[in-house]
Structures are given as C-alpha cells and as structure tokens.
T-cell receptor, first 115, second 116 residues
Framework: GNSVTQMEGPVTLSEEAFLTINCTYT??????LFWYVQYPGEGLQLLLK?????DKGSNKGFEATYRKETTSFHLEKGSVQVSDSAVYFC??????????????FGKGTKLSVIP | SAVISQKPSRDICQRGTSLTIQCQVD?????MFWYRQQPGQSLTLIAT?????????ESGFVIDKFPISRPNLTFSTLTVSNMSPEDSSIYLC?????????????FGQGTRLTVV
C-alpha cells in the first residue's frame, strides 16, 4: 500500500532560520503530492501541491519539488517566521479504483519558531 | 474552494454513550470523508461518506461503531457509538470538489472528543 514518511519532530528554529522538513513516499502508481499545514486550534489547510515529476509547488515562501527518482517531496523555506509555527503534514493521493482517491498522510512535524 | 463547518468543536462524554458530529459544507462537493487524528498521530481515514447510500469504511472501522449519513451533497454526520476512552481523539470532516487525483481536500476545524 501507499505510505508517507516525514521527519520526526518537534523542530524548533529561530526566526529567519532556514527550514527543511523531509518527506519520502511509497506508492504503487503515480501519485499527487501535498503539504498541509495545521495551525493551533484549526483544521488542516493546503499549503502547496505538485501533481507530476519535477513540478515545484510553492506558497507563502514555502517550496517543495516532486522528485520521482528519489520518491521525495521535501518542504523548504528560506526564512521562517513566528507565524509559521504549526504542524506540517506531507500527503499523497493516488487513484485506487472505483472512484476512490484516498489521501495518505505522514505523521506530521511540529514546527516551533522562536523570536 | 469549500468552507467546512463542524460541530460540536469539542465535547466530553461518558463511556457507553454516543455522540453525533455534524459537518456542513458551504457548497456542493463531490466527495466527503471522515478522519480520526489521535494525539500526536497522523490522520487515519475512517470512511468515505456516499450520498444516498451506505458509507465505504476502511479496514478497522465498522458501521455499527461509526454510523455515517450523507443525505445530500453538502451535509454529513458521523456518530461515535458506545464510546470508550480509546475513542478519545480529534475527528475531522473533509471534502473534495473534484475527481482528479490532484484535487485539493478541504478540512473542517475538527471535533475534539474526550471520553471519560
């Protein structure tokens, strides 16, 4: 079956530091890849996505590139802010037949940014 | 896009009782889902809520424990039946507006359930 592995947290960074959260996946076909973010007390919201190899998703200064050869989708940001403190989930969707598009999530990485 | 409202946002329930969680979407959506997020864990899909028919449950989840309704394209309910402390978790409603594999999923803010 499909699976997503992302780096364990929590991650604590100082403001303006560089962020990398690693994500690798296992899929039987050709999935679409996502990063979702969950701010404290809120539901998940899409941060960025990529639907084919070598695509780069970007939003709010975050970037991730779909690397089929390494089955990875690492999240990066050049300069984090306190407002980026949240839990980040890597996920994939693959068509699994009979109209089913199950989202498979990683375990989440909690990021805390301190001033 | 879709805005999802869930209620209640949190509840504390006695073991052996049942709780029904409501999920309302502000627009018609193609697919609706229910997830469980246990403390410090990832999201686990409970079931796909099918409009006008029985939900499709994932392995480890059964209709008697988690009955689901979806009477129309914008509304669904999840009931957690005969609750035990192991059911304490966050329950999330989700929806997709399209059938393409790269379509974004939207999420409600979740229902934090504590069973005592």
């Amino acid at each position: 079956g499909n699976s997503v592995t992302q780096m364990e947290g929590p991650v604590t960074l100082s403001e303006e530091a560089f962020l990398t959260i690693n994500c690798t996946y296992t899929a039987t076909g050709y999935p679409s890849l996502f990063w979702y973010v969950q701010y404290p007390g809120e539901g998940l919201q899409l941060l960025l996505k990529a639907t084919k190899a070598d695509d780069k998703g970007s939003n709010k200064g975050f970037e991730a590139t779909y690397r089929k050869e390494t089955t990875s989708f690492h999240l990066e940001k050049g300069s984090v802010q306190v407002s980026d403190s949240a839990v980040y989930f890597c996920a994939l969707t693959e068509y699994s037949g009979a109209g089913s598009y199950q989202l498979t999530f990683g375990k989440g990485t909690k990021l805390s940014v301190i001033p | 896009s879709a805005v999802i409202s869930q209620k209640p946002s949190r509840d504390i329930c006695q073991r052996g009782t049942s709780l029904t969680i409501q999920c309302q979407v502000d627009s018609q959506v193609t697919m609706m889902f229910w997830y469980r997020q246990q403390p410090g864990q990832s999201l686990t899909l409970i079931a796909t809520a099918n409009q006008g028919s029985e939900a499709t449950y994932e392995s480890g989840f059964v209709i008697d424990k988690f009955p689901i309704s979806r009477p129309n394209l914008t509304f669904s309910t999840l009931t957690v039946s005969n609750m035990s402390p192991e059911d304490s978790s966050i329950y999330l409603c989700s929806a997709r507006t399209g059938l393409q594999v790269g379509t974004e999923a939207f999420f409600g803010q979740g229902t934090r359930l504590t069973v005592v």
